[in-house]
């Protein structure tokens, strides 16, 4: 299961030129270190270089890369990134929380959260997990979490998703998290060499605060 994030693992896109002036004001803790965040079968916490080889080994797989830009296919790879992910972070632009399954020590999959504009009104979330584990609930979960961490404590107010269109399960999950779907991105995302079309999905903190339920967080 994943959804593309430019720059996802590759390079970070330039940030929109105007600043939204009714952004909400972020928290600006998360710069110096996420919070962990305990879910019902895992624990969500910041990227380590020790998860390097688990994170290269399950999301370099092709049943998972399909559909999202090239992710590393090293631990080295994987440790650049996760050094970058930092970097990202203390800037105030980006953050990454790994998914640790209760009862491990690595990571197994990634939630990330990038500004489109400065300020982080309105971002982009993407996300990859190792196959072995769709299905089993720990994604939504997961993914709950990470939205209300990007509402709540970061500022956004809203929050979009690309998915390619033949990404079934990436779609749907999306659409079970209550994302609207907004429109069809033709030739939008680059995969080895060819061009595909994405689906545009959007979630507003006021649409998630009205309809969502806080996700449990222990």
Not at 30 to 40: C, E, K, S
Not at 163 to 175: E, H, K, P, Q, S
Request: neutral net charge; hydrophobic residues 45%; contains cysteine.
């Amino acid at each position: 299961m994943a959804t593309t994030l430019r720059p996802a693992l590759t390079a970070l896109l330039a940030a929109r030129a105007e600043a939204a002036l009714e952004t909400p004001a972020a928290t600006a803790d998360w710069r110096h270190g996420l919070p962990q965040l305990a879910i019902a079968g895992a624990t969500l916490r910041e990227l380590r270089l020790s998860d390097a080889p688990t994170l290269a080994a399950a999301l370099a797989t092709e049943q998972v890369a399909r559909f999202i830009s090239p992710p590393p296919t090293t631990a080295q790879g994987f440790e650049r990134f996760i050094a970058w992910t930092g970097h990202e972070q203390a800037a105030g632009r980006y953050v990454c929380f790994g998914i640790v399954p209760t009862g491990m020590d690595h990571a197994v999959g990634i939630i990330q959260v990038r500004q489109l504009e400065p300020g982080f009104g309105v971002a982009e979330w993407g996300f990859a997990l190792d196959a072995s584990y769709w299905g089993s609930g720990l994604f939504p979960s997961s993914a709950r979490a990470v939205i209300e961490f990007a509402f709540t404590q970061i500022g956004v107010y809203r929050l979009e998703a690309r998915a390619m269109v033949d990404n079934a399960r990436g779609n749907a999950a999306l659409r079970k998290l209550g994302a609207t779907p907004e429109g069809r991105l033709r030739r939008s995302f680059l995969k080895d060499g060819e061009y595909f079309d994405q689906l545009l999905w959007s979630i507003l903190a006021s649409e998630w605060k009205a309809s969502s339920p806080p996700p449990l967080i222990h």
